[in-house]
């Protein structure tokens, strides 16, 4: 199994508002269909440690995210989300070796 994933680790106090700009983003990128594009994303919330948060964002290959990296709307949609953020993110660039999916 070929993959990527890309783990964006962040703190915020307007978790509502980088909710919004990924779903802005998400929509504006599928309606545009053009390109180099996630093939999945989550959003999750650290229970034990209140406003950490980790998008994980799944492409099908290296060479894919790094393209996606480098367009111009994927550029504005990061640093306006780090404007959201309380401190800079931590990026996880990781190969992905498996995926199991459970029924």
Same mark, same amino acid.
């Given at each position: 199994?070929?993959?990527?994933?890309?783990?964006?680790?962040?703190?915020?106090?307007?978790?509502?508002?980088?909710?919004?700009?990924?779903? $802005? /983003?998400?929509?504006?990128? =599928? @309606?545009? +269909?053009?390109?180099?594009? #996630?093939?999945?994303?989550?959003?999750?919330?650290?229970?034990?440690?209140?406003?950490?948060?980790?998008?994980?964002? $799944? /492409?099908?290959?290296?060479? =894919? @995210?790094? +393209?996606?990296?480098?367009? #111009?709307?994927?550029?504005?949609?990061?640093?306006?989300?780090?404007?959201?953020?309380?401190?800079?993110?931590?990026?996880?660039?990781?190969?992905?070796?498996?995926?199991?999916?459970?029924?």
């Amino acid at each position: 199994m070929a993959g990527f994933v890309q783990i964006i680790e962040y703190r915020t106090s307007k978790p509502d508002e980088v909710a919004a700009l990924m779903e $802005e /983003f998400r929509a504006k990128r =599928e @309606a545009d +269909a053009d390109g180099p594009a #996630p093939v999945r994303g989550l959003t999750c919330a650290d229970r034990d440690d209140q406003g950490r948060y980790f998008a994980i964002i $799944e /492409f099908n290959s290296y060479e =894919e @995210a790094m +393209a996606n990296s480098q367009r #111009p709307d994927t550029t504005e949609m990061s640093q306006r989300m780090m404007e959201l953020c309380d401190g800079p993110g931590t990026f996880y660039n990781l190969d992905l070796l498996d995926r199991m999916d459970y029924s």
